[in-house]
C-alpha cells in the first residue's frame, strides 16, 4: 500500500471516495502493482469473483528478492544496523519506522529478523532495548 495511504485515511478517501454501494471491493488493475490511486478502482462483487485468479506459485525455483551480503543480511538490514549505531539512545523501533519511512510493523519485522540473525539483542517489555552485538 502506498505511504500516504498507510498514514493518511483522508488521503486515501480523496483518492478513492466512498464505497460506491454496499459489497463493493477494492481492486488492483494491475496485481503485481501497489495498492495506489493509479492503480486501484472500486469494483462490484459479481464482477470481482470473475477475474481469474493468478495459479499458486510453486518455490521450486525460489530467487530471493533482496540482495544479501557476506553477513546474511539485506540491504535493509545493514542501513537499520548503521542507524542504530549511529543513535545516541537505542532508537525505538516506531523510531525506526520513521526514519525509514514504513510501518512500525516493518520495522519490527526487521528487527526481529536481526536478532534471529544474531546482530542485535532486545530484552523483552522493555523500551529502547536494542543493542547491537559486536561481532565475534
Not at 512500525?104 to 523500551?127: F, N, S, V, W
Request: proline share 7%; with cysteine.
Amino acid at each position: 500500500m502506498c505511504h500516504q495511504w498507510r498514514t493518511s485515511f483522508e488521503t486515501f478517501f480523496k483518492d478513492m471516495g466512498s464505497k460506491p454501494k454496499k459489497g463493493w471491493h477494492i481492486h488492483r488493475v494491475n496485481n503485481d502493482g501497489d495498492y495506489e490511486p493509479e492503480n486501484c478502482i472500486w469494483i462490484e462483487p459479481k464482477k470481482h469473483a470473475a477475474i481469474p485468479k493468478r495459479p499458486p506459485q510453486k518455490n521450486i525455483n525460489f530467487i530471493p528478492a533482496k540482495r544479501t551480503h557476506k553477513k546474511g543480511l539485506t540491504e535493509r538490514q545493514l542501513q537499520v544496523i548503521d542507524f542504530i549505531k549511529s543513535q545516541s539512545l537505542a532508537p525505538s523501533i516506531r523510531d525506526i519506522g520513521d526514519h525509514f519511512g514504513i510501518t512500525t510493523k516493518g520495522a519490527y519485522d526487521h528487527i526481529k529478523a536481526l536478532e534471529r540473525k544474531g546482530k542485535i539483542t532486545m530484552q523483552p517489555k522493555k523500551a529502547r532495548s536494542i543493542a547491537i552485538v559486536p561481532d565475534s
